[in-house]
């Protein structure tokens, strides 16, 4: 069966700081790849999504920037962090060729301050 | 563009009553239409889903019909139990946009025993 990671699950970082936050996928082969944000207030916005190794898809001009370094690894990073990236970031997956359906990580808590 | 508009909450219901949570979707064409929920600290899962018109998803005694004709997909239950406290989003996807989630604000359910 497949299973999605995410770590770490809380974060609490200064501003300024850099950030990588990491995504994996177990149990499926070439895997559509997003990542969405929720922030306070906001909903669920789509941040950016792959559809292979190294192709990225940005959705929002932003402070953040995405990689794929392997199939199953999508990992959000960003150089100097600021109080807006404050929120509760979901990655998820989707199998090519088996529905549209995503399915969602536990998600990582991250506060800037 | 593609929006999804839901009930502003949060909702408080008594255990055993029912429950709506209205959804209107903006969208071309002929979207797959999703209610996903999200526990208190969990990441989101899959309720249910319709990919079609008069399509009815269903689970966990939780339904919505996807109506064409009103481009509204209500999700009900006819007694909700203090274990459906959480936050339901509406969400679709709209064929050929690489299968991105567009998620509406969100609606927080809270039952009291």
């Known amino acids: 069966s497949q299973t999605i990671h995410q770590w770490p699950a809380t974060l609490v970082q200064p501003v300024g700081s850099p950030l990588s936050l990491e995504c994996t996928v177990e149990?499926?082969?070439?895997?559509?790849l997003y990542w969405y944000r929720q922030a306070a207030g906001r909903g669920l916005q789509l941040l950016f999504y792959s559809v292979g190794i190294g192709q990225i898809s940005s959705e929002v001009p932003q402070n953040l920037s995405a990689s794929r370094p392997q199939d199953r690894q999508f990992i959000l990073s960003s150089k100097k962090l600021l109080l807006s990236d404050s929120g509760f970031y979901l990655c998820?997956?989707?199998?090519?060729?088996?529905?549209?359906?995503?399915?969602f990580g536990p998600g990582t808590r991250l506060l800037v301050l | 563009g593609d929006s999804v508009t839901q009930m502003e909450g949060p909702v408080t219901l008594s255990e055993e009553a029912f429950l709506t949570i209205n959804c209107t979707y903006t969208?071309?064409?002929?979207?797959?239409l999703f209610w996903y929920v999200q526990y208190p600290g969990e990441g989101l899962q899959l309720l249910l889903k319709?990919?079609?018109?008069?399509d009815k998803g269903s689970n966990k005694g939780f339904e919505a019909t996807y109506r064409k004709e009103t481009t509204s997909f209500h999700l009900e239950k006819g007694s909700v139990q203090v274990s459906d406290s959480a936050v339901y989003f509406c969400a679709l996807i709209r064929q050929g946009s690489n299968y991105k989630l567009t998620f509406g604000k969100g609606t927080l359910l809270t039952v009291n025993p």
């Open positions: 149990g499926t082969s070439n895997p559509n």
């Open positions: 969208a071309t064409g002929y979207p797959s």
């Open positions: 319709a990919t079609k018109a008069d």
């Open positions: 998820a997956w989707r199998t090519r060729g088996q529905g549209e359906t995503q399915y």
